[in-house]
């Protein structure tokens, strides 16, 4: 069964940093586009970035430069490491892994920036 799960989610002050985490199972992971989405209350979903098998990125134009997408190929993780974050950044964060037909999105984790 493909799976992804998010961690790393919480409460974090204005300026400060997180890391979240991705762990997949089920597919092999080298061969996938994976992705960081976020949806805040009231707004759709956005991109915030994505990272594909030659280790190529993408970013939201709201987070380049502040947020850096990595991937562990031998750990199956893809992980996103947020630095400077502003109010705005609330919203729960999605991991997604994308190849081919195969969509499959985790079921968030919360991250909450305090002004």
């Known amino acids: 069964q493909v799976q992804v799960r998010e961690s790393g989610g919480g409460l974090v002050q204005a300026g400060g940093s997180l890391r979240l985490s991705c762990a997949a199972s089920?597919?092999?992971?080298?061969?996938?586009?994976m992705g960081w989405y976020r949806q805040a209350p009231g707004k759709q979903r956005e991109l915030v970035a994505t990272?594909?098998?030659?280790?190529?990125?993408n970013y939201g134009g709201s987070v380049r430069g502040r947020f850096t997408i990595s991937r562990d190929n031998g750990e199956n993780t893809v992980y996103l490491q947020m630095n400077s974050l502003k109010p705005e950044d609330t919203a729960v964060y999605y991991c997604?892994?994308?190849?081919?037909?195969?969509?499959?999105w985790g079921q968030g984790t919360q991250v909450t920036v305090s002004s």
């Open positions: 997604n892994a994308n190849r081919y037909s195969v969509d499959v």
């Open positions: 089920g597919i092999t992971f080298s061969r996938y586009l």
């Open positions: 990272i594909d098998s030659a280790g190529s990125t």
